[in-house]
């Protein structure tokens, strides 16, 4: 099994990159297009967005594969090019990276419901196993499960990839304040409640993303904390909450305004700062800039 990210963790604070697709909309992505589609159509497209965070300062890129799941893919008529688009993706990636950076392979959820009974719970670890030994094979340094919010799906996708691949497997969940100013997921699963099945999954890092603005995710980080002093924590926040602006999503928070709650983020226990929704690489160097002090 490769070490090289615990190994890393374990010396200092690292910074991970931004959003994909917002970047990929800028660069023409039309709404009802499949993202993933790109690795194979607009590759150098894919490619400059992943290098623009390499050259602002990333210590670790994700892949153009959140929505890369056969569930996901069939929606468009691309359920039989799941290893294709996958390996594609980990291997832009990978070439964005060089030696000095790693690719985190991206893995979202299905969007079926296993409380509904839309899909079994094999059916639903067959989808990330496959897509999970894709990006390995494709260059992928470890997998990213992101933007859970049914532990259950979680666990399954950890499961996965843990016992297909020989990567390193990070899991994050999105979380809403609720008006008790506790946080939940839209399941009703809390920070301290997601820990330790993921762990016991076979996750080595957990966390959060999207959801919240860099202060959002300062309570999120202190509860996961409390509940596993030894955890590395992960962390991808929105550039702000989105505002809906003369018929456009807005995400508010300017690149000097997320990096003002870098450093109260660190003292909760993050080990890892990167973006989600709405950052850029002028997030993420302004991140890595005043992370400076725990590089």
Known sequence: MKRALLDLIRNRVLVSDGAWGTFLQQKGLRPGECPELWNVTHRDDVLAIARSYVEAGADLIETNSFGGSRFKLEKYGLAGQVTELNRAAA???????????????????????????????????EAFREQSLALEA???????????????EAVLAVRAARENTRLEVICTMTFDRLVTA????????????????????GASIVGTNCGNGMAGMIPVVEEIRRTHPGVPILVHANAGIPLYREGQTVFPESPEE??????????????????????????????????????
Do not use: N, W
Not at 138 to 152: F, R, S
Not at 182 to 201: N, W
Not at 260 to 267: G, Y
């Open 258 to 295: 997320m990096a003002s709650h870098v450093k109260a983020l660190l003292q909760a226990g993050a080990s890892i700062i990167g973006g989600c929704c709405g950052t850029t690489p002028a997030h993420i160097m302004a991140i890595r800039k005043a992370a400076g002090y725990f590089l």
């Open 138 to 152: 494709g260059g992928a340094d470890a997998i990213i499960v992101e933007t859970m919010t049914d532990l259950e």
């Open 91 to 125: 291997a832009i990636s990978r070439e964005a990276a060089g030696d000095r950076v790693l690719v985190l392979g991206s893995v979202g959820p299905t969007g079926k419901m296993l409380i509904m009974e839309e899909v079994t719970a094999d059916e639903m670890y």
């Open 182 to 201: 506790d946080y939940r997921t839209m399941m009703g699963i809390s920070p301290a409640e997601m820990v330790q099945p993921l762990l016991e999954a």
